[in-house]
């Protein structure tokens, strides 16, 4: 099993930044896809950003500009720089990875808890 955990969120100032974590643990052979997702109260889940194997990243038109993703496959671990922050950044993210099995053909996407940041005055 696959168990993945992320960490960094809290309260920050309009234009202020914040760094998310994110690490995978278990058995697995390679993580293709590692992506950031956020949810706002009453909204549609949606993606924030995607760092592929190749380090091709894509970024929604929202964030571009402002926020930065990484990965350390040394590590298994993934980041979200987010700077300048703005009020509707505010939600839950999640991080995802989609995670090759290993002896398997199979691709599987894991997710972490979630983690609230909160942008405010």
């Known amino acids: 099993q696959v168990h993945v955990v992320e960490s960094g969120g809290g309260l920050v100032q309009p234009g202020g930044s914040l760094r998310l974590s994110c690490a995978a643990s278990?058995?697995?052979?390679?993580?293709?896809?590692m992506s950031w997702y956020r949810q706002a109260p009453g909204k549609e889940r949606e993606l924030v950003a995607w760092?592929?194997?190749?380090?091709?990243?894509y970024y929604t038109t929202s964030v571009k500009g402002r926020f930065t993703m990484s990965r350390d496959n040394a590590k298994n671990t993934w980041y979200l720089q987010m700077n300048s922050l703005k009020q509707e950044d505010t939600a839950v993210y999640y991080c995802?990875?989609?995670?090759?099995?290993?002896?398997?053909?199979?691709?599987?996407?894991?997710w972490g808890q979630g983690t609230q940041v909160t942008v405010s005055s």
């Open positions: 995802s990875a989609n995670v090759q099995i290993k002896d398997s053909a199979s691709n599987i996407d894991y």
């Open positions: 760092i592929s194997s190749a380090e091709i990243t």
């Open positions: 278990g058995t697995f052979a390679s993580i293709n896809l």
